[in-house]
Nanobody, 124 residues
């Protein structure tokens, strides 16, 4: 069983930055690929970014490419999402997810564990 706890969300002005963290429990964290998804009010949950178990492979949604960076620290059992140049369209609840396979995926159904989410609000 894996438990995921997100943190780092908050209110930021357009153009600002935030760094989200996702702390995981479980001894096999280093073998899991990790992903970030988000859900804006009235919209479907969507893929944001993913990272393989080694961190050597990453993937991003087109809407965040060049602005967001995913990384992980397996010793700390934590995955990060650095978000720069935020705009109001980035406002959403951000969810961390883990899959019990090593390679990254952009598909929600590929993930086995989910956190409770952290709210990110970007004001214009």
């Amino acid at each position: 069983q894996v438990q995921l706890v997100e943190s780092g969300g908050g209110l930021v002005q357009a153009g600002g930055s935030l760094r989200l963290s996702c702390a995981a429990s479980g001894r096999t964290f280093s073998r899991y690929a990790m992903g970030w998804f988000r859900q804006a009010p009235g919209k479907e949950r969507e893929f944001v970014s993913a990272i393989s178990w080694t961190g050597g492979s990453t993937d991003y949604a087109n809407s965040v490419k060049g602005r967001f960076t995913i990384s992980r620290d397996n010793a700390r059992k934590t995955v990060y999402l650095q978000m720069n140049s935020l705009n109001p369209e980035d406002t959403a609840v951000y969810y961390c997810a883990a899959r019990t396979l090593s390679y990254a995926s952009s598909r929600m159904r590929d993930y086995d564990y989910w956190g409770q989410g952290t709210q990110v609000t970007v004001s214009s």
